[in-house]
C-alpha cells in the first residue's frame, strides 16, 4: 500500500519530470527570436469599457456603447468585430470590459469580453478567496487522493455563467484540464479529444447521470468566449460538458490539490496532465496522468442509469 505521502512524493516527482518534456506552444505566441516583417507593426490594445447596443450576427460584430478611452478616443458608439464565440454569448444590454485591438489596417475588434455582473463576481471571488484557505489549511496534504471529495470551486463557464461544484453533486463528473492555445497534439488537443470521445461512449452505454468538464491552465487568456470558440470549432456537445475558467488564484489551487503543474516560461507553458473521475457523491474515484488514457477505461468505470 503506497501512503498519502509517498503518493504525493511520486506524483510531485513524476510532475517535475514531465515539465522537462511537454510543452505547449501558445497559439498566436511569437518565437522568441521572431522578428515583424518590414512595415509590420504589433497589433495596438486598449482596455474598454461599454454596454452592447445592438447584435449584428451577419456581420459577426456588436455594436457597442462605450466609455472614454484615456489617449485613445473619446466615449462614442461603434462596431466592433468579435469571435463567434463571443458573439454566440453576447445579449443587447449587458455591460461588458473587453480589450480593443486595433491592428495595422486600423482595423477594431474586442477580445477578452466578460461581462459585468457584480453579484456573479462577489461569488466567484468569495469562493476563490474560501479555496485558497482550504489549500492553505490542507498544506502538504493538498493534493487529494482518491477517495477525497471535490474541492469546492466556483468558476465561469463558456457561456459566462458561475458554475459551482455544488451543481455536479448527483452526478458523475469526467474531469481534466486544457488549455485553448495549445498546439501539440499529443497533449490539450488529445486530451479533448478523448473527453470527447468518452461522451459518445458513455451515452452509447446509457450512462445517463455524467457530466464531463474542462478546466484551463490558460485562465489570462480563455475567457468564456475563447473556451465557446474552442467548444464550436471541435464540435464538442455542450449539453452535458462544460469548459471553465476563472480567477488565476483558484485555478492555481485547483491545480495543486488535483496534483498538476503548470507554470509559464515565455511564450511556453509547461504542465502535466491529469484526468478524473468523480461519483455521484463527489469523491474522486479513479485517475489517470498523462494524456495515454484510454476512454474506455473511464466509461467502463462510470455507473449506469439516472441518478
Not at 193 to 211: C, D, L, P, S
Request: hydrophobic residues 45%; charged residues 25%.
Amino acid at each position: 500500500m503506497v501512503s498519502v505521502k509517498h503518493r504525493l512524493l511520486l506524483t510531485l516527482g513524476a510532475g517535475m519530470l514531465a515539465l522537462v518534456l511537454p510543452a505547449c506552444k501558445r497559439a498566436g505566441e511569437p518565437a522568441p527570436d521572431k522578428t515583424m516583417a518590414e512595415g509590420e507593426t504589433a497589433a495596438k490594445r486598449y482596455p474598454l469599457t461599454g454596454e452592447i447596443v445592438k447584435i449584428a450576427a451577419d456581420r459577426k460584430t456588436l455594436l457597442v456603447r462605450h466609455d472614454a478611452i484615456p489617449d485613445f478616443m473619446p466615449a462614442m458608439t461603434m462596431e466592433f468585430v468579435v469571435s463567434a464565440g463571443d458573439l454566440a454569448n453576447a445579449k443587447e444590454g449587458q455591460f461588458i470590459r473587453a480589450e480593443l485591438v486595433m491592428d495595422q489596417h486600423d482595423a477594431a475588434r474586442l477580445e477578452k469580453i466578460l461581462v459585468v455582473d457584480p453579484v456573479a463576481e462577489a461569488t466567484v471571488r468569495a469562493a476563490a478567496g474560501t479555496l485558497r484557505q482550504d489549500t492553505a489549511i490542507r498544506g502538504k496534504s493538498a493534493y487529494r487522493e482518491i477517495g477525497e471529495t471535490l474541492p469546492d470551486f466556483a468558476l465561469y463557464d463558456q457561456n459566462g455563467k458561475v458554475v459551482s461544484a455544488m451543481r455536479f453533486r448527483g452526478k458523475q463528473v469526467m474531469l481534466n484540464f486544457i488549455f485553448t492555445r495549445c498546439l501539440v497534439a499529443t497533449m490539450c488537443p488529445a486530451s479533448t479529444a478523448k473527453m470527447v470521445t468518452a461522451q459518445r461512449q458513455a451515452r452509447e452505454a446509457g450512462v445517463a447521470n455524467i457530466e464531463f468538464v474542462s478546466i484551463t491552465l490558460d485562465p489570462a487568456y480563455d475567457t468564456p468566449g475563447v473556451l465557446k470558440d474552442y467548444a464550436l470549432t471541435r464540435g464538442i456537445d455542450l449539453a452535458n460538458f462544460s469548459l471553465l475558467t476563472g480567477p488565476e488564484k483558484a485555478i492555481k489551487d485547483l491545480l495543486t490539490q488535483f496534483g498538476v503543474i503548470a507554470e509559464f516560461d515565455g511564450g511556453i507553458l509547461k504542465h502535466t496532465l491529469a484526468t478524473l473521475l468523480i461519483d455521484e457523491d463527489g469523491k474522486i474515484v479513479w485517475r489517470a496522468d498523462g494524456s495515454q488514457w484510454s476512454p474506455d477505461d473511464f466509461v467502463a468505470k462510470m455507473h449506469k442509469g439516472a441518478p
